[in-house]
Nanobody, 125 residues
Framework: QVQLVESGGGSVQAGGSLRLSCAAS????????MGWFRQAPGKEREFLAG????????KHADSVKGRFTISTIDINNTLYLQMDSLKPEDTAVYYC??????????????????WGQGTQVTVSS
């Protein structure tokens, strides 16, 4: 089993930055790719960015490309999402997720088996 715990959410003014963290523990060797998603009230869960846990390939959604950056530090099994130039429409609950299937970085939430509890990000204008 894999446990994922997000942190780093909070309230920020438009134009500000936040860095989210996701600490992974348990059977880390099961994970091929990790991803960040968000869900705003009344909306579907949205893929933001993903990477391969050991290979370093990354993928960013067009909606956040240039503003959000996914990264990881293998030594402490932590996934990060650096978010810059935040906008009020970035307000949502942000989740990290883990995928076991080798070969791709999925962009659909149904492809991910492991999920954190989520962390709230609120951007005020």
């Amino acid at each position: 089993q894999v446990q994922l715990v997000e942190s780093g959410g909070g309230s920020v003014q438009a134009g500000g930055s936040l860095r989210l963290s996701c600490a992974a523990s348990g059977r880390i060797s099961n994970i091929y790719a990790m991803g960040w998603f968000r869900q705003a009230p009344g909306k579907e869960r949205e893929f933001l960015a993903g990477l391969t846990w050991t290979g370093g390939r990354t993928k960013h959604a067009d909606s956040v490309k240039g503003r959000f950056t996914i990264s990881t530090i293998d030594i402490n099994n932590t996934l990060y999402l650096q978010m810059d130039s935040l906008k009020p429409e970035d307000t949502a609950v942000y989740y990290c997720a883990g995928n076991r299937q080798w070969g791709s970085i999925p962009i659909t939430d149904s492809a991910y088996e492991y999920w954190g509890q989520g962390t709230q990000v609120t951007v005020s204008s």
